[in-house]
């Protein structure tokens, strides 16, 4: 996801074949930024806060195992 300026700090993606699934979220890149990423399984979507602008991230979203 890319934040332009003045946009949205945070966007959720509905991902709807997982729901149910185990499933994990990291930020793959860049990993040590401010960006950060979580998780709701109940919802099987991914919540990515970017709090600079402008700025990018690059997400992961896998089943553990």
Do not use: H, M, N
């Amino acid at each position: 996801w890319r934040r332009p300026p003045g946009g949205a700090d945070q966007i959720t993606v509905p991902l709807p074949p997982l729901r149910g699934q185990p499933s994990r979220a990291e930020v793959l890149y860049p990993a040590d930024g401010p960006a950060k990423v979580s998780w709701d399984p109940a919802a099987s979507a991914a919540a990515v806060t970017l709090p600079e602008t402008p700025a990018a991230c690059l997400v992961k979203i896998f089943r553990p195992g």
